[in-house]
Nanobody, 127 residues
Framework: QVKVVEYGGGSAQAGGSLRLSCVAS????????MGWFRQRPGKSREGVAL???????VYSDSVKGRFTISHNTAKTILYLQMNSLKDDDTAMYYC?????????????????????WGRGTQVTVSA
């Protein structure tokens, strides 16, 4: 049984930083991809960043250059470092494991799929 839990949400001022962590117990990222998704108020869930088991990454245009997705060495924790936060980054952030289903990273970011999902962690950015 895989359980996905996100940590690290909270409040930040615009221009500030937060780091999210995701622990997927019972899961080791040896294949497929893992990623971060978010749902902003009044909008549907969208892809933020994905990473495959070899460390290749893809980002949405809205966060490229500001956010960084990474693993710990053992690939048991997924991170999202968020810098230069904007109020438009305010959202519930979700971690998902096995999001690619053998599709390329770029396609998978838009598909918003995942075999296992966490319940989300809220990020609120104030101006």
């Amino acid at each position: 049984q895989v359980k996905v839990v996100e940590y690290g949400g909270g409040s930040a001022q615009a221009g500030g930083s937060l780091r999210l962590s995701c622990v997927a117990s019972g899961y080791t990222h040896n294949s497929d991809c893992m990623g971060w998704f978010r749902q902003r108020p009044g909008k549907s869930r969208e892809g933020v960043a994905l990473i495959d088991s070899e460390g290749r990454t893809v980002y949405s245009d809205s966060v490229k250059g500001r956010f960084t997705i990474s693993h710990n060495t053992a690939k048991t924790i997924l991170y999202l470092q968020m810098n230069s936060l904007k109020d438009d980054d305010t959202a519930m952030y979700y971690c998902a494991a096995d999001s690619c289903f053998d599709s390329p990273l770029e396609e998978s970011l838009d598909r918003v799929l995942g075999q296992w999902w966490g319940r989300g962690t809220q990020v609120t950015v104030s101006a």
